[in-house]
């Protein structure tokens, strides 16, 4: 898989999260995805970004556009060095929060995502990459 | 600190949400909402998000919250003007905002409103 282009952005107060969308939102215009898909990264971004920014104490979204063979895609990876998470398999768990959200963020993200990787441990942080593919 | 207007409209208030919003944003707008039914005794909140590109589980609980304070201080909440592709991703999210009234447009949400003021049957506009 070729990365086109590679951006990485901050993700340290509210104001960042929706600089997060617009950009990931341009880029989905960009590589041509229709209205649908575009409004499902977006929305992705949106709980990853705030994940990152409640959960994580903030960190960074990398924004990339990717080839694979003819297919372009959009991959967000979320980034943090906060508290990480103890059991991944229950953060996935619809409705599971251990804060005040509504607990939809990780596993909505991963139901509007083509490709849902992530990684965490305790005490060193958290990851999330997901790819959206034209 | 930027504020959502509030109008009122007969017996009911619009909000119509334009901007990107942010946490401060939204906090605001449930405290003036609140002080601005109880100051002018509105039966019905139309909230427009027909400028909203995406709808994110944390303005899906703004809008649950709101409709939830609203109905304590006696006034019914319709969500009014949400895009199709919205709908589509909300659905997905796993969000389906069951608290939640909706109406295609603002026409059609006041019309929600009126019907259960003048008695004509239930919220929803059915005849009982």
Same mark, same amino acid.
């Given at each position: ?134 | ?14 909000? =119509?949400?334009? *901007?990107? $919003?942010?946490?401060?944003? +939204?906090?605001? &707008?449930? @405290? ?44 019914? =909440?319709?969500? *009014?003007? $949400?895009?199709?592709?919205? +709908?589509?991703? &909300?659905? @997905? ?36």
């Amino acid at each position: 898989m070729a990365v086109v282009r590679d951006d990485v952005m901050p993700v340290r107060s509210s104001d960042d999260i929706v600089r997060v969308r617009q950009e990931v939102r341009a880029r989905a215009i960009e590589i041509g995805l229709s209205l649908v898909d575009q409004t499902k990264i977006v929305t992705a971004a949106s709980e990853l970004a705030r994940n990152t920014l409640d959960y994580g104490g903030g960190g960074t979204t990398r924004l990339e556009v990717v080839q694979d063979g003819g297919r372009r895609g959009i991959r967000l990876t979320f980034e943090d060095k906060g508290p990480g998470i103890a059991d991944v398999e229950l953060a996935l768990k619809d409705g599971y929060t251990s804060g005040k959200g509504l607990g939809l963020g990780l596993s909505g993200a991963r139901r509007l995502s083509n490709e849902f990787f992530i990684e965490s441990k305790p005490g060193e942080g958290t990851r999330v990459t997901i790819v959206r593919w034209k | 600190m930027d504020r959502i207007p509030i109008l009122k409209m007969g017996d009911a208030l619009l909000i =119509t949400i334009q *901007v990107d $919003m942010h946490d401060r944003l +939204a906090l605001a &707008l449930e @405290e003036d909402l609140t002080a601005k039914i109880a100051a002018t005794k509105a039966k019905g909140v139309l909230i427009d998000i027909s400028s909203l590109e995406i709808v994110d589980s944390f303005i899906g609980r703004m809008l649950d919250n709101i409709a939830a304070v609203s109905r304590m201080l006696d006034a019914d =909440t319709v969500v *009014v003007g $949400m895009r199709p592709a919205v +709908a589509i991703t &909300l659905v @997905e999210l796993g969000l389906s905002l069951t608290g939640v009234k909706t109406a295609l447009n603002v026409e059609r949400g006041m019309l929600m409103i009126q019907n259960r003021l003048r008695g004509l049957g239930d919220f929803s506009g059915r005849r009982s």
